[in-house]
Every structure is written in C-alpha cells, then in structure tokens.
C-alpha cells in the first residue's frame, strides 16, 4: 500500500505543532499549573496581607500572568517567525508513504525517512506529526491530509511499528 499527498505548512499550523509539542510536555504542564498557582496565590492573599508583603504578591502574579499569558504568545511568534524566515516552507511538500518509509520531496529536492529512523507519531485536532527526533518533525495538518487521512494512518499503523503510535493513532 502507497498512498501520496501534498503538504504545505502555515504559521498556523506550525503553531498547533508547538502548543502540542510544549503543552504535552512535563515542563509544558509544569508551566501552567505554576502559573495557575502563582496567580491564585498571589490574587488571593493580595488583600489579606500586611502591606510590606504586597511586593512579593506582585511578584507571584506576573509569574502566573507569564507562564499562563506571556509564554503562548511567545510561541504564537515564534511559529510566524520560523514560516516566514524559512525559505524551506515556501512551497509544498509531496509526501509518499509506503512499507519502506516516508519519502519527501519539494523543488527537485527529496529524501528518503525510513521507519527505523522515525523516533515517534502522534496525531492531534490539527493534524499528524512525525517526530525525526525528540525535537524536530514533519508536520502534516489536517486540511491538507483529510481526504487520505484513513489510507495514511493505515500506512502508519502497517509499518511503523507499535512502539512509535503515540496519542491519537493507537487503537
């Protein structure tokens, strides 16, 4: 079984890769439950403490604001920036995946992944993400992959291997 598509990445997919990549993390979620609690801390005990320790109560709320605020919108730049300045997402991607593997190519350009060397995939809302690496992966969004989403996650689940199906591919 073959099945070809082509994907042209976005900022905003780029951003729904890095919400996912961050938020599905130990530390993503670290972040957020600091934040949360810095800000119910600091918001709550504003008012019943002694003035000398309203400083430190400040404090705890900007921390909360910018692990809960700062740091999304930190990403949501990031993900714009990194499609702008990228030459490399420009123009599509056509992928083919196959029992040997994933080929890619764009420009005359193109390169063989095969399974062995795909550390893991995971599929969320806004689409399927092939990690390389603990950090880097190709990202196939969902409204470039809907009409073959079936026949590629067959592919996937055929070849892969279990051990790489991570959250939203496994049975």
Known sequence: MEVTFNVDVTAKDMRGYMFTHKYRSVSGILEVLIGIACLVVGLLQYGKIEEQWKAYMLILIFFGAF????????????AK??????????????YVLNEEGIYISQ?????????KDVYKIVKNSTGIIIYISKYRANILPQRCIAEKETDIVKVIKNY????????GLRD
């Open 67 to 78: 692990f809960l605020v700062f740091t999304p919108l930190n990403l949501c730049v990031k």
């Open 81 to 94: 920036k990194q499609i702008v300045l990228n030459p490399m997402f420009k123009d599509p991607f056509t």
């Open 107 to 115: 420009n005359g350009e193109s390169d063989q992944l095969p399974w």
């Open 160 to 167: 892969a291997g279990k051990e790489k199906i991570g959250y």
